[in-house]
């Protein structure tokens, strides 16, 4: 069983009028990024896989956002940014999330860390997971390689990821390829998987 999962496609990583763009830390390619995952959850879907959308975000008053992720985007909290909740936490609109999909919350950088993922995908039976999303080398590298460590199967569908430049996404990319923590394809030859031949 396959299960989809998409990291942070959220408005305040990649519309531009999210936090992050405003903040002056914009992601290179995420329009293709973001019109790629769409194209690649419409592909889960029709393929009868399930699909998880992971929110990077934080409570009022950001105490869960801790000292690193701080130190990194210093002025967030200021500008409101990826509060839980928001406009800007959630997931863009050309993804369609509906009310019933499955959502997972998390604060640190590893989608399976302090959240309901792991039983999640236990309880969907899942053992091969696809992975899309954003940021290319932080949160989707160390998903990946979290998932790799509780014995998941995993492909990454590169073209549905961005950076903040192309330089970062590609070197995430050659290491969770060279280092075997993912199978990388792209959405093409995944939604070319739904076709019958």
Same mark, same amino acid.
């Given at each position: &069983?396959?299960? &989809?999962?998409?990291?942070?496609?959220?408005?305040? =990583?990649? /519309?531009?009028?999210?936090?992050?763009?405003?903040?002056?830390?914009?992601l290179?390619?995420?329009?293709?990024?973001?019109?790629?995952?769409?194209?690649?959850?419409?592909?889960?879907?029709?393929?009868?896989?399930?699909?998880?959308?992971?929110?990077?975000?934080?409570?009022?008053? =950001?105490?869960?956002?801790?000292?690193?992720?701080?130190?990194?985007t210093?002025?967030?909290?200021?500008?409101?940014?990826?509060l839980?909740?928001?406009?800007d936490?959630?997931?863009?609109?050309?993804?369609?999330?509906?009310?019933?999909?499955?959502?997972?919350?998390?604060?640190?950088?590893?989608?399976?860390?302090?959240?309901?993922?792991?039983?999640?995908? !236990?309880?969907?039976?899942?053992?091969?997971?696809?992975?899309?999303?954003?940021?290319?080398?932080?949160?989707?590298?160390?998903?990946?390689?979290?998932?790799i &460590? !509780?014995?998941f199967?995993?492909?990454?569908?590169?073209?549905?990821?961005?950076?903040?430049?192309?330089?970062? /996404?590609?070197?995430?990319?050659?290491? &969770?390829?060279?280092?075997? =923590?993912?199978?990388?394809?792209t959405?093409?030859? =995944?939604?070319?998987?739904?076709?019958?031949?």
């Amino acid at each position: &069983m396959k299960a &989809m999962i998409v990291v942070d496609v959220q408005n305040g =990583f990649c /519309h531009p009028d999210g936090s992050l763009p405003k903040l002056g830390l914009p992601l290179e390619g995420a329009e293709a990024a973001v019109a790629n995952s769409a194209r690649a959850v419409e592909s889960a879907r029709a393929q009868g896989i399930p699909v998880i959308f992971t929110r990077h975000v934080y409570r009022p008053g =950001f105490y869960d956002e801790g000292p690193w992720l701080a130190g990194r985007t210093a002025d967030l909290a200021s500008v409101g940014g990826l509060l839980a909740g928001s406009w800007d936490g959630d997931v863009v609109d050309d993804l369609k999330r509906g009310d019933d999909d499955l959502v997972v919350d998390k604060c640190r950088l590893d989608a399976f860390q302090w959240t309901s993922l792991e039983p999640l995908l !236990r309880g969907l039976g899942a053992a091969e997971l696809v992975v899309c999303g954003v940021v290319t080398n932080f949160c989707v590298e160390t998903t990946v390689r979290s998932a790799i &460590m !509780r014995d998941f199967e995993v492909t990454l569908l590169e073209d549905c990821c961005a950076a903040q430049t192309s330089r970062l /996404h590609d070197i995430g990319i050659e290491v &969770m390829r060279d280092c075997g =923590f993912a199978t990388v394809t792209t959405v093409a030859e =995944f939604a070319g998987a739904a076709v019958p031949a």
